[in-house]
Structures are given as C-alpha cells and as structure tokens.
C-alpha cells in the first residue's frame, strides 16, 4: 500500500457519516441532556457580558455615538453567520462547531487551523471576560462596604496591576461547576441568563429617562474609520453563535434545535446590544467613556444619585460575566474533544468521566490557561485577538455552506440557508471586512499563532489522525 501524498493529507475530509456515527455510537458520550430553551439560553450566555458590560467603554471612544452603527453592522455579520451556521449545525449536529464543519468540507488541515482558531477565540475570550469580572466587583464592593480590591491584584500586568487575581477566582467557580455536569452547568447558566437581561432591562428604562439628544452631537466623530474599528473590536462578543453549535452531541433532536437555538440567540443578544449602546450614549457624553470602569453601574449612579440601581447593575454585570465564562469555557472543552477524538490531539483531551459525563482532565487544562491569560494579559491585547479568531471560525462556516451543498446535496438538513449562495457569500464578504479593521499587531500575533499550529499538525497530528491510521476505535480513548 502507498503512501498518500502530501496533497491528498491535506485537503482529505471526514465523512459527514463518520461525525455521526462518533456522537451517536458510543455509550460512554457526552450524552444528550439539553432541549431548546437551555441551548438558546446558552447562547445568549456566551454573549451578552463583557461585549456590553465593559467592551462599551472602548468601543465608543473609537466610533463616539455611532457605536450604535457598530453594532449594528457587527450584528449584520453575524446574523448572516448564524444562518449558514444553522445550516451546518442541521446537517452536522456533533460537537466541534466550525472545526468539525471544515473537516467535512475543506479537508483535514483547513480544519486544523481553524481548530487553532477555534481555541484562540475561545480561550482568549473567556479571558478577556475574565479580566473585566474585577471591575465590577470593585464596583459592588464599593457601594456596599467603601472598600476596593487593591489594583496591584484586580489588574493585569500593562494595565496597573501585577495579578488580576478577581479573574482566577472567576475561572475557579466555573471550573467547579463544570466538573459537576453540563446540565448542572446550563441550569445555572439559565437563571444567570435572565436575571442579566432584567439588570439591562432596568438599565435602558433608567437611561432612557435621563436622555440627551445633545450628547449624539457629532454623531461619528472618527467617521466610517471609527466605526469599522469599533466594529471589529466588539465582534469577537458574538461568539455565542459558535458556543451553540459546539453542543451538537448534547442537544435533544438537534437538526431542529440547534438552527433555532442559533437564530433565537442573536435575536435575544443583538436587540439587547442596540439598545443598551444606544440608551448609554444617550445619558453620558461619549467622551467620558474613555478609561472608565464598571461604565454601566457608574452611569446609573450618576444619573440617579442613588447606590441600589448601580448596585444591581453590578451585581447582574458580576452574574453575566460568570455565565459568559462559564459558556465559554464549556465550548473550548468540547472543541478540543471533538479534536482529540479525531486523532489530531492527544487522547487526553477525550478522556470523558463516565458518572458525571464531563471531559474532566481536558477542563482542567482550559481552566488553568484561561485563568492564567486573565491574571496577566491586558484586556484590549485578548480582545482583538478574540475577534480575530471568530471573524476566521465565521467566514470558514459560510464558506463550508457552499462547498457542503456542491459535495453533498443529498444530506439531510433540518434548516437551509436563504438566498443561497448570495448569501453565504455576503457573509465571508462582512467577515473579511471586519478582520481589515483589526490593528496590525493583531495579524502579527495572529500568524504567530497559526504558524505554531501548522508545525503541531506537521509534527503530530497529519499521522495520528483516524483518517491517517484507519483507528475508527480511537475515540474510545
């Protein structure tokens, strides 16, 4: 038997059947425990947090009142995304999201990298979520008690601090709670889910009733540049859409729930963004949203002169971000599963605890990465490099659409995308505009990054993979 060249390694796919028969076969999975309810509320977790509680105060000074346009325009670009996503995850409802989508569309190291993409957006995320946790814990503290938290141990180093140790404790609770089970965690996740959208319910009537027609005077003081660049800044807020579709093997009937939970979601988040943004703009000129923490909370205080609303504010920002955390940590577990049980990562990572049905030594090692970014890196670092990542993962999926239908036009599909291909088209179209509005450094440690998967898929994966050795067991790990 020869040898397959190097061209046919690369660009080789995994059978849509073979993704199938992995998540439906095996009694020791992850097991299937969530309905549409707790999929749609995960991902409205995953996205609404840091995006509106603390990623606000740099998206304004870059796009002034018309970050309202930015999110607009970032909600656009997703909302194309969600629906090539909810063709995909119909068609192929296991975990792994975008990667298991590219493995079955553009070959084995297309898949790879966006597996490294994947990775990067989820864990610098859950990061940089991480770091703003300690703003408004400083914040509640204060209003309650007069004392704060020492910068020294609620900052990163480059950001006024030496440790955020605020974060780690964050990472140490969900960690804790992920151990215990994905339906114990999507439970809490569930009530941390609405008691935020009440806090940013509370937060638009208190805004709208102090609103200053003045404060839009000029509109885009940095013009279309300002709000392209805010734009892609808070992009990477949107990665609930992808957290959904890394349920695929733990949803009930999942070539329904899984389009409706992506589309149900954004709806949910993209409303709540607009109208947040545009009711905070309105009560506070947006020149002081520059350097300002805990905005939200120190808006309703100024505004109302009173401590309980920017309390609650800070108590539902402090939930939020827990839930936001919480998802994503929950997504990079099962995306280094699917991984791993292709054969592409260590079998470590598959290693499922059989009582509480949870990749427990792979959540560990997530954890303890994640809690280790957010003690030391800044937040405007994590967060274009978070967007960066995702607008990569989205664009691959439109493009996965196309080249699904063209390989396989027969696969059934519980959803499928309008006005195809226009559509998918005009999706990777508003993935790469965004990416252009992305600072320089962003590609640099972008192609570091990429460059150290490529010689990890050279070095390892290219010859363990199943597709490479045949090992149809391996994923019994």
Request: glycine share 10%.
């Amino acid at each position: 038997m020869t040898n397959p060249s190097l061209w046919t390694t690369l660009f080789r796919c995994k059978p849509v059947a073979d993704f199938i028969v992995a998540g439906e076969g095996h009694s020791h999975g992850l097991g299937r425990k969530f309905g549409l309810f707790q999929l749609t509320m995960l991902g409205v977790g995953a996205t609404i947090g840091t995006g509106i509680f603390v990623a606000l105060n740099t998206a304004v000074p870059e796009a002034g009142p018309a970050v309202s346009v930015s999110f607009v325009i970032a909600g656009i670009t997703a909302a194309l995304t969600a629906l090539c996503y909810a063709e995909l995850a119909s068609a192929v409802p296991v975990a792994g999201s975008s990667y298991s989508y590219a493995y079955a569309t553009m070959g084995e190291f297309a898949a790879f990298l966006i597996g490294a993409c994947l990775l990067l957006e989820y864990g610098v995320s859950a990061s940089a979520i991480a770091v703003g946790w300690g703003q408004y814990c400083n914040e509640a503290l204060s209003l309650t008690t007069g004392w704060r938290i020492p910068d020294a141990i609620a900052r990163p180093p480059g950001a006024g601090g030496v440790v955020n140790l605020p974060a780690v404790v964050l990472v140490g609770l969900c960690l804790t709670l992920l151990l215990r089970g994905a339906k114990e965690s999507t439970t809490v996740n569930s009530v941390l889910v609405l008691l935020k959208i009440a806090v940013l319910l509370l937060f638009v009537c208190v805004a709208f009733a102090h609103f200053s027609v003045d404060n839009y005077h000029p509109f885009a003081p940095r013009g279309l540049i300002g709000i392209g660049s805010a734009a892609s800044s808070i992009f990477f807020s949107y990665i609930g859409i992808d957290a959904v579709s890394t349920a695929g093997e733990e949803v009930d009937n999942p070539r329904r729930n899984l389009p409706l939970a992506i589309i149900l979601s954004l709806l949910i988040v993209t409303a709540a963004y607009i109208l947040v943004s545009v009711a905070a703009v309105g009560a506070q000129p947006w020149t002081a949203f520059k350097g300002q923490e805990a905005g939200l909370a120190v808006i309703l205080h100024t505004l109302t002169g009173a401590a309980w609303p920017a309390l609650a504010l800070s108590l539902g920002a402090i939930a939020s971000i827990f839930s936001v955390t919480l998802v994503v940590l929950y997504g990079q577990t099962r995306i280094l599963y699917a991984m791993s049980r292709d054969g592409l990562l260590p079998a470590f990572f598959r290693r499922v605890d059989p009582v509480r049905q949870v990749p427990r030594q792979n959540t560990w090692v997530v954890a303890g990465g994640v809690a280790l970014l957010a003690a030391l890196v800044p937040l405007d670092v994590l967060v274009n490099l978070t967007s960066m990542g995702t607008l990569i993962a989205f664009a691959s999926v439109s493009i996965g659409v196309i080249l699904l239908r063209r390989s396989r036009p027969d696969l059934p599909r519980g959803y499928r995308v309008p006005f195809y291909p226009v559509l998918p088209i005009a999706s990777a179209a508003f993935c790469l505009y965004l990416i252009a509005g992305l600072p320089k450094d962003t590609y640099l440690l972008f192609a570091v990054w990429l460059g150290g998967a490529a010689a990890l898929y050279f070095g390892y994966s290219r010859r363990r993979s199943v597709l490479a050795t045949g090992a149809a067991g391996a994923v019994e790990g």
